[in-house]
């Protein structure tokens, strides 16, 4: 059996438990879930990400959206106590002229209200609760509030830099703020504008932190600035692009930092979490060691900063990740060779995820954003693995799925006939978005054991199966 090398299990809580987690989260001024030898203070932090030459910083997406809703203050505080160094966030304006910390202009997807964030005064957006993880019309309501600028600039305050995204309309009145709460040493603004405009907002004050955006539109502007900018924020989605070229790069390399973004497709060709987390060399270790990135922003904090602790430099994927002690892990597109109707049952005969696995094949096999997973999946279906079992025990049985739907599905597992009881699965806010569910637990012997995944035909199902995890217990 083929093993993908994904560290998931012992660092990603469930859905249910990020869910959880976004009404309550322990607000502790520490960074207690990190490596030791990571920067912790703002000095060290902004020293280093003017240093060209230093290591690779780690810039949490949206703050850390898997354990509270996106761009909430938990969703930072928790980015900065589990290690990043810079924490993204997007600002927009309300009618009234306050700052707000949300992603688009319209708060429908992040919260139970509809409307441009434009259109909102302050007291209405803040009447709005945000709804957990990456948000969207099933994900659960929080308690959580849609938070100012102000109140992040005080979270991260003496503790890390604070990258605003999507506020370049709003510079002016971001920097008046930040002179006033004494965080303009801890801000990287951010923009693809036009050299002559960024190098007038620079002009104002010597302290301001910027990184410009270069992607196929503005390639001519990287390294066109006359001051040094300490980044540059490359997106590129092939690798001919002017942008990613290797002498480019190279020569603003010298005096800048190179900050690429692997969250998704078409904003690293093709190097992205996803992938990492099967193996560092399709993506972290790509960016690192061919395009010379030092800053990666990341939707997956805690593994970045765990592999880039690993010293695995040569990237050797039997020394990272360490999966826990008798831990067996089955990816899903590895379904027996049986055939139709013996070793699944699918209710039709095409792949419809294309040629990205076992494209002649009757089950579903999709790319999410680089995690090759079985997807398509319906009421009724079934599919059979085999496992091989290390060592007698109790074994808790766990699947990553991913799902933007509430209720994502219900399945049961089957080992040698024997079947649990309904598991629920439940939403994780995106169909890229996976996390570690719980569905049963069993005792097992030490050997090889049939195993197979039943997708109850009386529940609604829609939702992306990863792999299965089997963990003995204790």
């Not at 979490?273 to 030092?294: M, N, T, Y």
Request: aromatic content about 6%; hydrophobic content about 40%; charged content about 25%.
């Amino acid at each position: 059996m083929r093993a993908h090398w994904k560290t998931i299990a012992t660092v990603l809580t469930t859905a249910a438990a990020v869910a959880a987690s976004a009404l309550a989260v322990p607000w502790l001024s520490t960074r207690d879930d990190q490596p030791a030898g990571r920067p912790t203070g703002i000095a060290e932090i902004r020293e280093q990400y003017l240093d060209p030459r230093g290591p690779v910083m780690v810039v949490a997406h949206r703050g850390y959206w898997r354990g509270a809703p996106e761009n909430s203050l938990a969703a930072v505080e928790l980015a900065i106590r589990k290690g990043a160094e810079v924490v993204e966030i997007d600002v927009q304006r309300t009618a009234d002229g306050e700052l707000v910390l949300m992603h688009d202009t319209t708060v429908d997807r992040t919260t139970d209200g509809r409307g441009a964030v434009s259109s909102l005064t302050l007291a209405q957006v803040r009447a709005l609760k945000l709804r957990t993880g990456l948000g969207g019309a099933q994900a659960p309501v929080t308690e959580h509030q849609v938070p100012t600028l102000a109140e992040a600039l005080r979270v991260v305050k003496g503790r890390a830099l604070i990258n605003l995204d999507k506020g370049w309309a709003f510079r002016d009145q971001e920097y008046d703020l930040l002179t006033a709460t004494g965080t303009l040493d801890h801000a990287i603004f951010k923009s693809s504008a036009p050299v002559a405009e960024v190098e007038q907002f620079l002009a104002r004050d010597p302290r301001i932190l910027y990184s410009h955006v270069v992607d196929d539109a503005n390639a001519s502007s990287l390294g066109a600035f006359a001051r040094r900018l300490p980044s540059y924020e490359l997106v590129f989605d092939r690798l001919t692009d002017a942008q990613i070229q290797p002498a480019a790069v190279a020569a603003v390399a010298k005096a800048s930092r190179i900050w690429i973004n692997t969250m998704w497709y078409g904003l690293a060709a093709g190097s992205t979490d996803e992938k990492s987390l099967i193996d560092p060399k399709l993506g972290w270790a790509a960016v690192v060691d061919r395009h010379q990135g030092d800053m990666i922003q990341t939707d997956d904090q805690e593994q970045l900063i765990s592999w880039l602790h690993s010293g695995d430099r040569n990237h050797d994927r039997k020394t990272w990740p360490e999966l826990p002690r008798d831990t067996v892990r089955v990816q899903a597109e590895d379904y027996s060779t049986d055939g139709k109707g013996v070793g699944y049952s699918d209710q039709d005969d095409e792949n419809r995820g294309g040629a990205i696995a076992r494209p002649y094949e009757g089950v579903d096999v999709c790319d999410q954003a680089g995690a090759v997973a079985v997807c398509w999946i319906r009421g009724g279906e079934w599919i059979k693995y085999a496992v091989d079992v290390p060592r007698t025990g109790t074994y808790a049985i766990a699947a990553r799925v991913s799902s933007p739907y509430h209720p994502a599905g219900r399945i049961t597992v089957a080992l040698d006939n024997k079947e649990s009881a309904p598991a629920d699965l439940v939403t994780t806010t995106s169909h890229n978005a996976f996390t570690l569910q719980p569905v049963t637990t069993q005792r097992l012997t030490k050997g090889r054991h049939e195993l197979v995944v039943r997708v109850d035909a009386t529940a609604y199902q829609n939702f992306n199966l990863d792999y299965l995890q089997l963990t003995r217990k204790g």
